[in-house]
């Protein structure tokens, strides 16, 4: 049997699941909120072109109008000025779009703290009991966020929401084999990154610079194992595009004992 055979025998039987990681998109989507001096990514937004009526009488279909960060999206290096003259989104190799996943999860540091910045010590102590992290993989930083998911006003919570620290961020961008790193919550970066004094935004610039990806606004990483998942996402490659709305899903295999 093939490997690609096998595959598609697993999701037959369910020994192989597909979990979806997208927020659902619509007009009340959280989007990122900048100071009001800079430009705003628009929300979600949508107008009906025809709905079985005079304009279209057998079709239903609708115009659609938001940012290229708005929801569930993929950074490309070109979003960042430290990844300018890098790959924009339709650029990014599509082998770089499917590939392992782990998953961090910091929800109990998150809840007693929600400006919580992801350490290297954090890390590394991940590293020692599950192995390194892989290549052409995902970080996938579980916070617990997603909870907040259906509440724009928590969700964003006034920019109080957790992060990654510079030194962390430099060092998963230019010392390991990562892809990129996935969050939960609107932005790779914390809510108050903008202020930090070593590096602002330090996982867009970090990431960016290194050529790497961010996803953002992920679900359901608590149906994911902290290893072994393989992730698969499709931003649309808008041609000098700095990102895109995307699905993610995962792979996640079902072991014997949690089937019966
Ligand atoms: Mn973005």
Known sequence: MTVLAALTAALSSGAVEVIDLTAPLDEQTPIISLPPERGQPWPFAREVISNFDDAGPTVYWNNIRLSEHTGTHFDAPAHWLSGKGGHDVSQVPPD????????????????????????REHVEAWTAEHGPLPANGWLLYRTGWDARGGDPENFLNDRH??????????WLAEETPLAGIGVETVGTDAGLAGDFADQPYPCHWFLHGAGKYGLTQ?????????????????????????????????LVERTATEST
């Not at 392992?100 to 992801?118: N, Q, Y």
């Not at 929401?161 to 430099?170: F, S």
């Open 161 to 170: 929401t957790p992060g990654v620290a510079p030194e962390c961020a430099r």
């Open 218 to 250: 992920l679900r359901n990483l608590a149906l994911l194992p902290p290893t072994g998942a393989v992730l698969m996402t499709g931003p649309l490659p808008i041609v000098g595009g700095s990102g895109s709305p995307t699905r993610v899903l995962a």
């Open 96 to 119: 770089r779009l499917v590939g392992p996943a782990v998953v961090l999860d910091l929800t109990g540091e998150v809840e007693r703290d929600p400006d919580f910045l992801l350490r």
